[in-house]
């Protein structure tokens, strides 16, 4: 069965720096793996994803995710943090053979920003 | 422009008592689905569904049941046999090479 662990359930970072947010996966097969964000009380919103094109993945907002398949991480990145950013992340692997089939999800992470 | 829309947004059960909670989408995707959402806890699956009549269990579906009469639309009932539903439910729909796309969710709380 596949799992996701989200190292670190919450991140506080100040306003202009670097937001690391790391997500570590197992799975028997080639994995789909997919960031989303989450604002308070509303629904998840595709951050980006990985589906063995590239492993430096560049999503919206400025984000990035690297596939690192030698240690099943798929950790997410921003250079310089704006409060904006914060929110919840997830990190998700998709389970079967195409991108649109169930996710199991990470614990999430919750991002303060301090300005 | 498409969709998914979750409704109620709040929505209150009595002890005892059934509730639905309505999830439509105009994205014309054949698969959608239902997770629970708890603090710190991640998204945990319901229930799932690739085809219209058509649905399978997920990882927490005692006390929840769900129908799929039509592609557009995945309701999911919670019955008093689930002891603990104050959570956050979100419903998600995909097609098959495309990531799942979320509802803006329903906060269920008990009275």
């Known amino acids: 069965a596949q799992s996701v662990t989200q190292l670190g359930s919450h991140v506080s970072v100040s306003e202009g720096a670097l937001v690391l947010l790391r997500c570590n996966y197992s799975s028997s097969v080639p994995p789909y793996l997919f960031w989303y964000v989450q604002y308070p009380n509303q629904g998840l919103q595709l951050l980006l994803k990985y589906t063995s094109a590239a492993t430096l993945v560049k999503g919206i907002n400025g984000f990035e995710a690297e596939f690192k398949k030698s240690e099943t991480s798929f950790h997410l990145t921003k250079p310089s943090a704006h409060m904006s950013d914060a929110a919840e992340y997830f990190c998700?692997?998709?389970?079967?053979?195409?991108?649109?089939?169930?996710?199991?999800f990470g614990g999430g992470t919750r991002v303060l920003v301090k300005p | 422009d498409g969709g998914i829309t979750q409704s109620p947004k709040y929505l209150f059960r009595k002890e005892g008592q059934n509730v639905t909670l309505s999830c439509e989408q105009n994205l014309n995707h054949d698969a959608m689905y239902w997770y629970r959402q708890d603090p710190g806890q991640g998204l945990r699956l319901i229930y799932y569904?690739?085809?219209?009549?058509?649905?399978q269990k997920g990882d927490i579906a005692e006390g929840y049941s769900v129908s799929r009469e039509k592609k557009e639309s995945f309701p999911l009932t919670v019955t008093s046999a689930q002891k603990n539903p104050t959570a956050f439910y979100l419903c998600?729909?995909?097609?098959?090479?495309?990531?799942?796309?979320f509802g803006d969710g329903t906060r269920l709380s008990i009275l």
């Open positions: 998600a729909s995909s097609i098959y090479d495309q990531p799942q796309h």
């Open positions: 569904s690739q085809i219209v009549n058509d649905f």
């Open positions: 998700a692997v998709s389970v079967g053979k195409a991108a649109g089939n169930k996710l199991t």
